[in-house]
């Protein structure tokens, strides 16, 4: 069952979430992958609800959202099992169903074709609306240093070499997994 929400009620608790680690999920090739993110934004463009996600060059979820250029946002309510963050951050959907591996139950989505994740119940249903290519030339040197260090692989799971691409969002349903 779910309980139909206004995002704005939320949008305290979705960027406190979101600053601890909230799962963006896709799907693609009847392949459902989930990955942890702690990088997001909640606003409006366009006179449209929107949340944006950035995502890595060389992520599995970026090959995904190419495919399917839909996803959810899937955010904690209370207790919850921190493992399931700790895997969708580490492990690669290239090698791991993290939803098998993580016994995670789907939840039939309203509108797209991505499912919520019931273990994390608040879920935003977002079709991506316009996408860019951060460009390297504009981030600063601080934070290319920090976020950029180009002697990591693009494989390791913390900060790496790829840029992120920004895939904006349009929420077109929202509820609570109940």
């Known amino acids: 069952?779910?309980?139909?929400?206004?995002?704005?009620d939320y949008a305290s608790e979705i960027i406190k979430a979101v600053n601890e680690g909230v799962l963006l999920t896709t799907k693609a090739d009847d392949k459902v992958n989930s990955m942890t993110i702690s990088w997001g934004t909640l606003g409006i463009e366009w006179g449209k609800l929107i949340f944006t996600v950035f995502v890595r060059e060389n992520r599995f979820t970026k090959q995904q959202l190419e495919k399917n250029p839909e996803f959810t946002i899937n955010i904690p309510i209370g207790e919850f099992n921190k493992k399931i963050l700790g895997v969708c951050g580490t492990k690669s959907g290239h090698a791991t169903d993290k939803i098998k591996e993580l016994d995670l139950s789907l939840e039939s989505p309203n509108v797209i074709s991505v499912p919520g994740i019931k273990e994390l119940p608040l879920t935003l249903?977002?079709?991506?609306?316009?996408?860019?290519?951060?460009?390297?030339?504009?981030?600063?040197?601080?934070?290319k240093n920090k976020f950029y260090p180009q002697d990591v692989e693009s494989s390791f799971h913390?900060?790496?070499?790829?840029?992120?691409?920004?895939?904006?969002?349009?929420?077109?349903?929202?509820y609570i997994i109940e």
């Open 1 to 8: 069952m779910k309980k139909e929400i206004e995002v704005f």
């Open 125 to 143: 249903e977002c079709r991506v609306i316009y996408k860019q290519k951060q460009d390297e030339k504009e981030v600063t040197e601080e934070n």
């Open 158 to 174: 913390g900060s790496n070499r790829d840029y992120h691409t920004a895939y904006y969002g349009e929420i077109v349903s929202a």
